[in-house]
């Protein structure tokens, strides 16, 4: 039968796989359905489409209220041009007004040339936007499916260490495991340290030759007199 020490090195080895798969698990499910270049992408794509939407609402009000100016200077020319209207001074305020919806027509006609052009450029925006949303989510669509096989590489890989581990356990004394389970936590899950040429392989401190006699002969549990771990012949 192999010296516990040895055993608890295996066991680690079991371990430590178990304790890399069980994270690299945890970061996939924390990635999984999340990217934070698609979310930027599409509040980018947001923001050009609320400022086009903007800009398209001006240009529709300026041609209401264009259309509307041109309807009462149409209507205002009729009664001015129709003969109806007679009196000097009321020809004259119609002429009056006319002249001043033609100014005002004149100054919305350019603020909507003006809309005009800034819908053109925002178009663009939203276009450019929506490409860089699209490069996005296909490249987050790449990684999903990436880490969606990696994960179930990972589950099965674990699965089969923890089957191994049963099997594993079975030599160990109870006093054994317990001194092992106790220094995991406390030596970043490695507990046990092999030794090699007189030194441990995890602190390089090479140990005293009745410590190094100790560990070759398996009878018991000894601890690398530097960073306290079981030392182990593999």
């Given at each position: 039968m192999a010296a516990?020490?040895?055993?608890?090195?295996?066991?680690?080895?079991?371990?430590?796989?178990?304790?890399?798969?069980?994270?690299r698990?945890?970061?996939?499910?924390?990635?999984?359905?999340q990217?934070?270049?698609?979310?930027?992408?599409?509040v980018?794509?947001?923001t050009?489409?609320?400022?086009l939407?903007?800009?398209?609402?001006?240009?529709?009000?300026l041609?209401?209220?264009i259309?509307?100016?041109?309807?009462?200077?149409?209507?205002?020319e009729?009664?001015?041009?129709?003969?109806?209207?007679?009196n000097?001074?009321?020809?004259?305020?119609?002429?009056?007004?006319?002249?001043?919806?033609q100014k005002?027509?004149?100054?919305l006609?350019?603020?909507?040339?003006?809309?005009?052009?800034?819908i053109?450029?925002?178009?663009?925006n939203?276009?450019?936007?929506q490409?860089?949303?699209?490069?996005?989510?296909?490249?987050?669509a790449?990684?999903?499916?990436?880490?969606?096989?990696?994960?179930?590489?990972?589950?099965?890989?674990?699965?089969?260490?923890?089957?191994r581990?049963?099997?594993?356990?079975?030599?160990?004394?109870?006093a054994?495991?317990a001194?092992?389970?106790?220094?995991?936590?406390?030596?970043?899950?490695?507990?046990?340290?092999?030794?090699?040429?007189?030194?441990?392989?995890?602190?390089g401190?090479?140990?005293?030759?009745?410590?190094?006699?100790?560990?070759?002969?398996?009878?018991q549990l000894?601890?690398?007199?530097?960073?306290?771990?079981?030392?182990?012949?593999?």
């Amino acid at each position: 039968m192999a010296a516990q020490a040895t055993l608890l090195y295996r066991l680690q080895t079991i371990d430590l796989a178990i304790a890399k798969n069980t994270a690299r698990l945890k970061e996939i499910e924390a990635t999984l359905g999340q990217d934070t270049r698609v979310a930027a992408a599409r509040v980018a794509q947001t923001t050009a489409e609320s400022t086009l939407h903007t800009w398209q609402t001006r240009a529709r009000d300026l041609e209401l209220e264009i259309k509307s100016l041109a309807d009462k200077i149409k209507t205002t020319e009729n009664r001015l041009y129709g003969g109806a209207v007679t009196n000097p001074k009321e020809l004259g305020d119609m002429q009056n007004e006319i002249t001043s919806l033609q100014k005002r027509q004149a100054k919305l006609e350019d603020d909507n040339i003006e809309s005009m052009l800034y819908i053109e450029q925002e178009q663009a925006n939203v276009k450019a936007a929506q490409q860089v949303t699209d490069a996005a989510l296909a490249t987050f669509a790449t990684s999903q499916s990436s880490l969606i096989s990696e994960k179930y590489r990972l589950e099965v890989e674990l699965a089969t260490y923890l089957e191994r581990r049963k099997p594993a356990l079975i030599e160990i004394e109870p006093a054994s495991l317990a001194r092992y389970e106790a220094l995991r936590p406390k030596k970043r899950g490695i507990a046990v340290a092999a030794l090699h040429d007189g030194s441990c392989t995890v602190c390089g401190v090479e140990q005293t030759s009745m410590i190094a006699q100790l560990v070759r002969a398996g009878h018991q549990l000894v601890l690398c007199g530097s960073c306290g771990r079981i030392l182990a012949v593999p």
